[in-house]
């Protein structure tokens, strides 16, 4: 633990690295971060990281973490190195594994999947060559899946089974809720009708209440409003256009 966390990540958005700052600074842990470096000097230290050292292999894209001699990939998998050590992996037994699958299926449905509405066809092309495959992408990502994935966050956390705290364990807050909450605001960002509109049905209360009582841990909250939070732009993982910004019927 004496050696310092550095996260080496790209410049310019929240993007995939915002997880793991998220958990560092709800920890209050003192953190190296490449953000601070110029976009150059940013990327020479993504590539140099890449390339195998000492025991570590190669790794295909960063976020990448390192620790002491140990350099590891993968925001899950970061995710789940640091919960245990800084205390934010559930109290139970196992906790860690359920935590981790919360984590898991946050990045599926709301990461990864509104990453893809706006590059439906292929990640190299440009958003300006799938523009109509994308704003009928995101229609019916809106319209037909996302109503699914707010139903399955509010039914978990009504389970009275762990408690009834306001977090997906209970009682016990853990990086499951941070990973939920930075989904949840970079959906905020990409689609505000959408999600406007599914607070405004009184459905999904629980979910958005984690949401807001994620955003006011005096440590988040301290964090979103400084100069480390990065905003977000139009060619990250979260991208807003207008055209996208469809409302369930």
Known sequence: MAAPYELIYYTGVPGRGEHIRLILEEAGIPYKDTQFLSVEEAKKSVMTS??????NPSYFAPPLFKHGDLVISQTPNILLYLGPKLGLAGSQENDVYRVNALALTALDLLSNEVHDTHHPIGTMLAWEDQMEESKRRSK????????????????????????????????????????????????????????????ETGKYDKVFKLYEDVKARPNVAGYLVSERRQKYQDWGIYRHYDDNDAVAE
Not at 50 to 55: C, D, Q, V, Y
Not at 153 to 167: S, T
């Open 140 to 199: 019916e990502w809106v319209q037909k899946h996302l109503p699914t994935v707010f139903a399955y966050w509010q039914r978990a956390l009504k389970n009275e089974k762990r408690g009834p705290g306001p977090w997906l364990l209970g009682d016990t807050f853990t990086y499951a809720d941070l990973v939920l909450f930075q989904c949840l605001d970079g959906a905020h960002y990409a689609f505000p009708k959408a999600m406007k509109q599914a607070r």
């Open 50 to 55: 890449l390339n195998s050292s000492h025991e």
